[in-house]
């Protein structure tokens, strides 16, 4: 509830800490969660990172001597008998999808739109293990899930700051500390975006879960707005039929410019209702995936179940008479549904197409497609 008083924001109400907090300071939570027993074996985390598909990277170094390297999986179970006995950290991103627990752990956060959550990143560290002084540019909650460690940060950031060349990780040259807490299972620390700062683990077995949220970049909103606007207005060329002779030739006159102006305004014309459809598909847009070259693509069954990959977003917006549904960067014109309806779709892992169909005409184009495209696939036997 937006005006109740949260222990996982420190007693702050939702709407207290979305006022005084987000984007704007850093906030300490001790207790966030009581009593808190970390669910997730070491030894799972590991297996996860071996396994092909999982995005998972190791960070070797200490603070001290700047030794950093990074190895990214799957990784041969081998190499983690190889490690040193202290100063590194293995980091396994989007464990919602696979830690069965996690979608509903996460919904402590749902104060915040799914739109702007990026994802549940566990790391593993060893005693020194850390990933370096860094700058995130999304906002982040560190929850200690087992284990201590300490968190610094440099207040006020840099103007301009500089990272080590040569390393595939965003590491700051420089790093003053001006701050520090000591995390215990169950604390919590909330980072804005730009705020410098630096995780060292203190224990031989420290697990720390990183709840981010990710909002899009301008730059890519307008590529992304532009090409849509492309595709919607076609590649006409500029005309001038019946102009008239110039006397300088290398002059851009003030009529072309002004004709160039009016063309490039009606390409880019775009009315709310327009953003909006294109926003949907934005950010639900997953990325492209290879198909199976071996196999030939399969045709929806309208009575099949079918599971939606976890990666897979699905958003919905608008008002009833005027709602549309948003998955993988689809936009399904749904009218006849509900919010609650909306919201139910929007969650179910799976879909069989006959139950939504007669509401959603559009769904059945979009599911073949996203069954082509590998982000569904058949859940069991036909149910219908």
């Known amino acids: 509830m937006p005006r109740q008083p949260d222990p996982l924001l420190g007693g702050l109400t939702p709407a207290e800490f979305l006022r005084d907090y987000w984007q704007q300071r850093p906030l300490l939570v001790r207790a966030a969660v009581p009593d808190f027993v970390n669910p997730i074996p070491a030894d799972e985390l590991a297996g996860l990172a071996c396994e092909p598909g999982v995005r998972s990277r190791l960070v070797l170094g200490h603070p001290e001597q700047r030794d950093w390297r990074v190895e990214y999986g799957p990784f041969d179970p081998k190499r983690f008998a190889d490690l040193p006995a202290t100063a590194w950290t293995l980091l396994v991103s989007e464990m919602e999808q696979y830690w069965d627990n996690g979608p509903d752990w996460l919904r402590r956060f749902d104060f915040i739109p799914h739109w702007r959550r990026d994802d549940l990143m566990v790391s593993y560290a060893a005693r020194e293990g850390s990933v370096g002084p860094h700058i995130d540019a999304y906002d982040v909650f560190l929850f200690q899930a087992q284990g201590r460690r300490r968190w610094q940060i440099q207040e006020p950031p840099p103007k301009s700051p500089i990272c080590l060349p040569a390393l595939p ?181 799976t879909v069989t197409p006959r139950v939504w169909i007669d509401r959603l005409p559009q769904l059945a184009s979009t599911l073949q497609d996203l069954l082509t495209r590998g982000w569904i696939e058949a859940d069991g036997e036909q149910t219908l």
Request: charged residues 25%.
């Open 169 to 349: 990780l965003a590491i700051l040259r420089s790093f003053d500390a001006s701050r520090e807490w000591v995390l215990e299972p169950g604390d919590m620390l909330y980072l804005p975006p730009g705020v410098p700062h630096l995780g060292l683990s203190l224990d031989d077995d420290c697990m720390t879960w990183s709840i981010g949220f990710r909002a899009p970049a301008w730059r890519d909103l307008l590529a992304a707005l532009l090409e849509d606007r492309l595709a919607v207005t076609g590649p006409e060329l500029f005309e001038d039929p019946g102009r008239s002779p110039v006397e300088r030739a290398r002059e851009i006159g003030a009529e072309d410019l002004a004709a160039l102006r009016a063309g490039l305004l009606t390409h880019l014309g775009a009315n709310t209702k327009d953003l909006d459809r294109f926003l949907g598909e934005f950010l639900t847009r997953p990325p492209d995936r290879e198909p199976d070259a071996e196999e030939a693509p399969a045709t929806l069954d309208p009575t099949q179940r079918y599971r939606f990959d976890p990666a897979l977003r699905r958003f919905w917006s608008g008002n009833a008479g005027d709602r549309t549904l948003f998955l993988g960067g689809h936009a399904v014109p749904a009218a006849a549904l509900t919010i609650p309806d909306a919201d139910e779709f929007c969650a179910l892992p």
